[in-house]
């Protein structure tokens, strides 16, 4: 079965810092890896995937992430961290072995960012 | 674009009452899918419907009825619920069209935040 994992719940940054969310993924065949931003009582936004090719990937709002398959890793990173970058943060694999492709989700890490 | 519209934002109904959560897209998307997700978890996916056929029922209860008119819209009519039910409801769709839909983005709309009194 498809699963990802996100081992913080919570990731403290002061502004201006770099940020890294851990995301790690066990797959079968070829990993469809996905990640979302959800602001506080909002909905989940689309960041970023990655589907295949350059294992660095660019999205929204400044940020990548790097996809290492030798160590199944998916980490979302962001050189220069903003206060309204603080959110919850959700990694998540694509598992079509059910016919129709749905998401498995990591539990989320809450980004906090201090000024 | 990449809109998922709800509505309504906010709703609270008692038990007994019969309410609706409506979801629209303009994307062109043939996947469409409701979620509930509580307070700081990850959403669960209650139902798909590919093609405007419902494909997958995650074991929801009956108390939860989805709906799919057209391509564009989607319902989840809701009947008796309990207070456990109070959630966030999201819907999303998804490009998806056949035969491979592997990589495709799936989008969510705000959510619909549903409270049971």
């Known amino acids: 079965a498809q699963s990802v994992a996100q081992p913080e719940d919570q990731v403290n940054v002061a502004e201006g810092n770099p940020l890294t969310v851990k995301c790690t993924y066990s797959?079968?065949?070829?990993?469809?890896l996905f990640w979302y931003v959800q602001y506080p009582n909002r909905g989940l936004q689309f960041l970023l995937k990655?589907?295949?090719?350059?294992?660095l990937v660019k999205g929204s709002y400044g940020f990548e992430a790097e996809f290492n398959k030798s160590q199944t890793s998916f980490h979302l990173k962001k050189p220069s961290a903003l206060v309204s970058d603080s959110a919850l943060y959700f990694c998540?694999?694509?598992?079509?072995?059910?016919?129709?492709?749905?998401?498995?989700f990591g539990k989320g890490t809450k980004l906090s960012v201090k000024p | 674009d990449t809109e998922v519209t709800q509505t309504p934002k906010h709703l609270v109904m008692g038990m007994t009452n019969k309410k609706s959560l409506k979801c629209e897209q303009h994307?062109?998307?043939?996947?469409m899918y409701w979620y509930k997700q509580k307070a700081k978890k990850p959403p669960e996916l209650m139902f798909v419907?590919?093609?405007?056929?419902?494909?997958i029922n995650e074991s929801v209860p009956s108390r939860f009825s989805p709906e799919c008119p057209n391509s564009s819209l989607l319902n989840l009519h809701l009947h008796a619920l309990q207070p456990e039910d109070s959630a966030l409801y999201l819907c999303?769709?998804?490009?998806?069209?056949?035969?491979?839909?592997?990589?495709?983005?799936?989008?969510f709309g705000e959510g619909s935040w549903l409270t049971v009194v």
């Open positions: 990655y589907i295949t090719g350059d294992n």
């Open positions: 998540a694999v694509r598992d079509i072995s059910l016919g129709q492709g749905n998401l498995i």
């Open positions: 419907y590919s093609y405007e056929k419902l494909s």
């Open positions: 797959v079968s065949g070829n990993p469809y």
């Open positions: 994307m062109g998307h043939r996947a």
């Open positions: 999303a769709s998804s490009h998806d069209r056949l035969p491979d839909y592997s990589g495709n983005t799936i989008y």
